[in-house]
């Protein structure tokens, strides 16, 4: 993806990655708000937890394609967060 030998392609796709899905998230949380991550209820430990998956998930993505499927699930769950937090309300 990056380099040719394995490992530092592996280190530069992890630190690369990991860093594109970290900003998505924090961007994320700055649109919906600290409510994503604050209350902590059943539904939002569920969520906090699947983030950390997802995030995992996109620091180890071999393709373009598997790194925008993570992050179009992980803003997937800030929208159900979001009605869920309506809902609520």
Same mark, same amino acid.
């Given at each position: 993806?990056? #380099? !040719?030998?394995?490992?530092?392609d592996? *280190?530069?796709?992890? +630190?690369?990655?990991? $860093?594109? &899905?970290?900003? =998505?998230i924090?961007l994320l949380?700055r ?11 059943? #539904? !939002? ?5 699947a *983030?950390?998956?997802? +995030?995992?998930?996109? $620091?180890? &993505?071999?393709? =373009?394609?598997s ?8 803003t997937?769950l ?9 809902l609520?309300?």
């Amino acid at each position: 993806m990056f #380099f !040719d030998i394995p490992l530092y392609d592996a *280190i530069a796709r992890g +630190l690369l990655l990991g $860093a594109i &899905a970290l900003i =998505w998230i924090v961007l994320l949380v700055r649109i919906v708000g600290l409510c994503s991550f604050s209350k902590m209820t059943n #539904f !939002d430990f569920v969520m906090t937890v699947a *983030i950390g998956s997802l +995030l995992a998930g996109a $620091a180890q &993505a071999t393709s =373009w394609v598997s790194m925008a499927q993570t992050l179009s699930g992980i803003t997937g769950l800030f929208i159900l967060q979001y009605i869920a937090s309506l809902l609520r309300q």
